[in-house]
């Protein structure tokens, strides 16, 4: 049978478990910030890099609570190396928009839109909703330091699997 961790071994692998948590948050909160407050609307690659993070949090949160509960080390672990697998497919979607953003490959053809606004009439907002599409996923709304959000988020998600690795691996 497994012995429950030490209190040094909790509170090492809960900081690894913590970290990559508030990271994942960070992450995902700054993706939800850029789209509701700057105005940038998220193409449906955009959305869909970040769900790893929708899952990889709660995940991140019963590490910590496994931790800190001071369940066995292999439970603590294995919620770990699932946040950092989920966080290399993140990473490996990132890498994909933006071999699309480049024009290295084609993207999907439900991406190939360009963007159109709703209207503010009321009378013809339905018809609005139905004719709205995303913008393209073929160009990037912005670019920082020459990489887009795609760009920043396989760099952030590799960051982040990094942490959830070596927390998973680390001898206590």
Same mark, same amino acid.
Not at 41 to 54: F, G, S, V
Not at 134 to 148: D, I, K, N
Not at 156 to 162: G, T, V
């Given at each position: ?13 809960? !900081? ?17 910030? /850029? +789209? ?6 998220? %193409?449906?690659?955009?959305?869909? +890099? ?18 800190? /509960? ?13 946040? !950092? ?8 979607? !990132? ?8 024009? /290295? ?24 909703? @139905? ?5 393209? %996923? ?14 920043? @988020? ?10 959830? /690795?070596? !927390? ?5």
């Amino acid at each position: 049978m497994a012995s429950a961790l030490s209190t040094a071994a909790s509170r090492t692998l809960a !900081g690894y478990a913590a970290a990559a948590t508030l990271g994942m948050t960070a992450t995902v909160g700054g993706a939800l910030a /850029f +789209q509701h407050v700057g105005g940038y609307i998220p %193409c449906a690659l955009c959305l869909l +890099q970040r769900d790893p993070y929708y899952y990889g949090i709660p995940i991140g949160v019963a590490a910590i609570l496994a931790a800190v /509960f001071r369940l066995p080390a292999w439970s603590v672990r294995g919620l770990l190396a699932v946040v !950092g697998i989920l966080m290399l497919v993140g990473a490996g979607m !990132g890498v994909y928009h933006s071999g699309v953003e480049w024009g /290295f490959w084609e993207g999907p053809a439900t991406c190939a839109t360009s963007a159109t606004g709703v209207a503010t009439n009321a009378g013809s907002l339905l018809d609005d909703l @139905n004719a709205y599409r995303g913008p393209s %996923c073929t160009e990037a709304s912005l670019r920082v330091l020459g990489l887009s959000f795609a760009g920043w @988020n396989v760099i952030a998600s590799l960051a982040l699997a990094a942490v959830a /690795f070596i !927390g998973a691996t680390r001898k206590t």
